[in-house]
């Protein structure tokens, strides 16, 4: 596997990069270049579109037993160490990548955050790293890399079976207080999911007085991480939750997800009014200049036109 050609295989043209992410002599830690240059990068984004797409999961271990494999495991494209201290990066190639952009399917995401999550504790890893800077495998100065004879890209339906649900279960007996599935990477996208969904669910007509109850789901949830959150992390995380159950969630249907938006009918007769203004003034109009009247995305605007 030494052979492989870091241009070729990872066939992009740019990467993120960086030499010091936690860099303070420059203004950004890290920047995006071509990808001829960044081969010699200490730190460099694997993945296509900068985490957008998924194609590596790596997992960051802070820990010296780079060689410890749970039985049948399967072995990563590369582990990239350290030699300091012995802390390093395992590298495991996807066979079929899952995309992660906020308009991607939601199951793939759902299914790499749990094998994501497994890894972790199959491995020891932190589940803090977000998986956008790995070290990168070919600078062979900064680090020594181990390029597995038998690895093989990983399916992740097949990976499942490392996942322990109950390591992830809150330590609560609070009724109220329900078991969230992972949908994210990391310790802050599980906690906000858990304790804003706990908020949908127990959310009667007014939100006020309700502060408290957010706080106290948020820090008994992250008692039961591995490593916890910082209380900053917490406090803001818990602010955003209620900014929204005060300004945007209905609440009382038992939906979830139910927001103040308007309805399609309401966008069409808002848009109407929109295009009547601007034909009394006798201007011309197109959906960039309908978007900034109304408010709406132009791609909504765009949508809307063609049903007038």
């Given at each position: 596997m030494t052979n492989l050609d870091f241009?070729?295989?990872?066939?992009?043209?740019?990467?993120?990069?960086?030499d010091n992410i936690k860099s303070t002599s420059k203004n950004?830690?890290?920047?995006?270049?071509p990808t001829g240059?960044?081969?010699?990068?200490?730190?460099?984004?694997?993945?296509?579109?900068?985490c957008k797409k998924v194609r590596f999961l790596t997992i960051d271990c802070d820990h010296d037993r780079y060689d410890e494999f749970p039985g049948s495991f399967p072995k990563p494209l590369c582990t990239v160490i350290n030699r300091k201290n012995e802390r390093h990066h395992h590298v495991f190639e996807l066979a079929t990548p899952v995309l992660t952009d906020v308009t991607a399917r939601w199951k793939p995401k759902v299914l790499l955050a749990v094998v994501e999550q497994g890894f972790i504790q199959q491995l020891d890893g932190d589940d803090g790293y977000t998986?956008?800077?790995?070290?990168?495998?070919?600078n062979k100065e900064a680090w020594s890399t181990i390029w597995w004879p038998d690895?093989?890209?990983i399916e992740l339906k097949d990976c499942t079976v490392w996942y322990d649900e109950e390591e992830t279960k809150p330590a609560?007996?609070?009724?109220?207080?329900?078991?969230?599935?992972?949908?994210?990477?990391?310790r802050r996208v599980n906690l906000f999911n858990h304790v804003r969904h706990l908020a949908y669910q127990n959310y009667f007509r007014s939100w006020n007085g309700e502060d408290s109850a957010v706080y106290s789901a948020a820090y008994a949830l992250n008692a039961t991480f591995h490593r916890p959150l910082p209380d900053c992390d917490i406090r803001s995380t818990?602010?955003?939750?209620?900014k929204f159950m005060n300004e945007r969630y209905i609440g009382g249907t038992g939906t979830p997800y139910e927001r103040?938006?308007?309805?399609?009918?309401?966008?069409?007769?808002?848009?109407?009014?929109a295009i009547k203004d601007v034909q009394s003034q006798g201007e011309l109009y197109n959906a960039t200049y309908l978007a900034e009247m109304t408010g709406f995305p132009t791609r909504t605007v765009s949508r809307l036109l063609k049903k007038i």
């Open positions: 241009k070729t295989y990872l066939n992009t043209k740019t990467q993120l990069v960086s950004k830690a890290s920047w995006v270049e240059y960044a081969e010699d990068r200490k730190y460099v984004s694997l993945n296509p579109g900068h998986n956008t800077l790995t070290k990168n495998p070919w690895f093989k890209p609560n007996d609070n009724a109220k207080f329900v078991s969230i599935k992972s949908v994210g990477h990391g818990c602010k955003s939750i209620i103040k938006t308007p309805k399609v009918s309401d966008k069409l007769e808002i848009l109407k009014d």
